[in-house]
């Protein structure tokens, strides 16, 4: 129950913690952040497209936001948008497709080193090969020469049995 109670006192009390939503200065422009919701506030800082901030609450013609730094200050809400402004989606997807062409230059020269050195091992391989193929054809015919050795050897046991 005191849980329940503390989450709902955390929503009250401080909603843009709970509900924080993050706001953009919309299109190509600057937009002053001012201490009071109206036209003459002190203007605190100045956004500019692209710029990042926290929805705290909305009254009127204005936004109360939060700034990066912490500080508090208001914003017309027409010149405001929840969405990334264009350009900034654009740079963060040049980012990503520029970082995955880096993952794929170095996944592709690691494969081409692998690749090598299978071929140097096809090449190691492919030598070995001709040598037994070699060595065994030179084994298949000194296998058939001491065959026929042995058949004379055999005939000449025969001939000499034969003639005693």
């Known amino acids: 129950m005191r849980s329940v109670i503390a989450l709902l006192s955390v929503m009250v009390f401080f909603p843009g913690v709970v509900f924080a939503k993050s706001l953009y200065v919309s299109g190509y422009r600057e937009v002053d952040v001012r201490t009071t919701p109206d036209s003459e506030g002190a203007v605190m800082v100045t956004l500019k497209t692209g710029d990042e901030v926290t929805l705290v609450?909305?009254?009127?013609?204005?936004?109360?936001?939060?700034?990066?730094?912490?500080?508090?200050?208001?914003?017309?809400?027409?010149?405001?948008?929840?969405?990334?402004?264009?350009?900034?989606?654009?740079?963060?997807l040049n980012q990503k497709t520029q970082q995955q062409i880096k993952e794929l230059q170095t996944k592709t020269e690691e494969q081409e080193r692998q690749?090598?050195?299978?071929?140097?091992?096809?090449?190691?391989?492919?030598?070995?090969?001709k040598q037994a193929e070699t060595k065994a054809g030179e084994q298949?015919?000194?296998?058939?020469?001491?065959?026929?050795?042995?058949?004379?050897?055999?005939?000449?046991?025969?001939i000499q049995w034969f003639l005693a």
């Not at 690749?115 to 090969?129: C, E, I, P, V, Y």
């Not at 015919?141 to 046991?157: G, S």
Request: without cysteine; neutral net charge.
């Open 115 to 129: 690749l090598a050195a299978l071929r140097q091992d096809r090449g190691q391989l492919d030598t070995a090969r």
């Open 140 to 158: 298949a015919k000194r296998a058939t020469e001491l065959e026929a050795q042995q058949d004379a050897i055999v005939r000449d046991f025969y």
């Open 57 to 92: 609450n909305s009254t009127g013609e204005y936004h109360l936001v939060s700034l990066p730094g912490g500080s508090r200050g208001y914003v017309q809400k027409t010149a405001m948008t929840d969405q990334e402004p264009a350009e900034v989606r654009l740079q963060k």
